[in-house]
């Protein structure tokens, strides 16, 4: 009887079976790997809601409350599932960058495109954000008592030179996104103060103000528009593979188990802010929402120094993207310490001195197929 064979076909197929199990469960290491689950949560949710929070009551207008509602929800599943998604499909690739991941997909021309808008979004961003911060809180400072309307504090261009020195600069030189997790904490305990104010005043406010006709409707006829703002609010997959990295344990079911904790907490405090403030204000609700309230209520001034401070924070998490980019780019993924600094300092001046130049939010959200969700600050 020969016993000297190879072994049976059954062996070869085990092995290449625990070879696809560790393809899609096991994945390098992104510089870094020092973030726990909580913290790429924090990270997540403020990429999510740290700046577009504030005109979700006004896509629930635009596409009537009952339809906005169950638009959101959809939003918020396929944003899900397209982190998880990209994720795997960069495990099953061997891929560990969303540019990588194109490219062994797509080509070199796929790669050059998805480069191009992977820096323009966050970098168009970044300069949105100088823009609210410089519109909201020079508001907020109006209200200080003896800061008149000639006082530097109420000077835009003063008040994004100083948040970005002082504030927007040194987070964004960070080299390690994990870092990111307690800024992104705060943000969310600030968009949660938001979001308390804004219910005190659907309470305070709603019985004085009239409601519009056909308020509560199922479906307006601008509901597609109403998607283009949720989808500003939700997007967060440009930066996904960046906070993926950045888990002490980057695997699938950490990555699927974050991201479903994530995107759930996110739809729950974003439904319950678009819903107190439509019921506030129905058809009378701004792009802004704090727009809809007096100038000299203090409860909603100190909302929007709340908003103002969520926005420079969210700002670093985009100028991460945009370093990462380059620096995939131009420098094969790793940027030595000076060139880290020299290229931070340059995407940041140059967002900043765009932001100076330009007071229109509208123009540069256009710019960023993002519009609707500011167009009426």
Not at 77 to 93: C, E, H, M
Not at 182 to 193: E, F, G, R, Y
Request: charged share 15%.
């Amino acid at each position: 009887m020969d016993r000297g064979g190879p072994e049976p076909p059954p062996a070869a197929s085990h092995q290449v079976e625990t070879d696809d199990q560790t393809a899609l469960v096991n994945k390098p290491k992104n510089k870094g790997g020092n973030s726990d689950l909580a913290s790429a949560g924090f990270n997540i949710i403020n990429s999510i809601i740290g700046s577009g929070i504030i005109g979700l009551p006004y896509s629930m207008k635009e596409a009537g409350f009952p339809l906005g509602v169950l638009l959101l929800f959809g939003v918020a599943y396929i944003t899900d599932y397209s982190i998880i998604l990209l994720i795997k499909g960069g495990n099953l690739s061997g891929t560990n960058t969303y540019q990588e991941l194109v490219r062994k997909t797509y080509g070199l021309v796929g790669y050059l495109i998805l480069s191009t808008l992977q820096f323009l979004y966050p970098f168009i961003a970044m300069i949105s954000y100088n823009i609210i911060t410089g519109d909201t809180l020079t508001k907020v400072f109006q209200r200080i008592p003896g800061v008149g309307r000639d006082n530097v504090l109420t000077d835009r261009h003063f008040i994004i030179l100083l948040t970005t020195i002082i504030f927007t600069l040194p987070i964004s030189l960070y080299r390690d996104i994990a870092k990111l997790g307690k800024v992104s904490l705060i943000s969310l305990i600030l968009t949660i103060v938001i979001l308390i104010i804004v219910m005190v005043r659907t309470v305070t406010f709603s019985p004085e103000i009239p409601k519009s006709e056909n308020a509560w409707i199922f479906a307006k006829s601008n509901a597609v528009q109403a998607v283009g703002v949720m989808s500003f609010a939700f997007i967060c997959n440009h930066n996904s593979f960046l906070i993926y990295g950045s888990l002490e344990e980057p695997t699938l079911k950490n990555w699927s188990r974050v991201t479903h904790v994530s995107v759930s907490l996110a739809v729950v405090i974003s439904i319950v802010f678009a819903a107190c403030g439509y019921m506030t204000f129905t058809g009378y609700t701004e792009g802004d929402i704090f727009e809809n309230y007096c100038r000299d209520d203090n409860l909603a001034t100190f909302g929007r120094f709340c908003y103002g401070v969520t926005v420079i924070l969210t700002f670093p998490l985009e100028c991460f993207v945009t370093r990462e980019v380059i620096a995939n780019v131009f420098f094969h993924g790793n940027l030595s310490t000076v060139f880290h600094i020299v290229v931070t300092v340059v995407i940041i001046a140059v967002a900043t001195g765009v932001s100076l130049v330009y007071d229109c939010l509208g123009i540069v959200l256009e710019l960023n197929v993002s519009e609707p969700v500011y167009s009426f600050i």
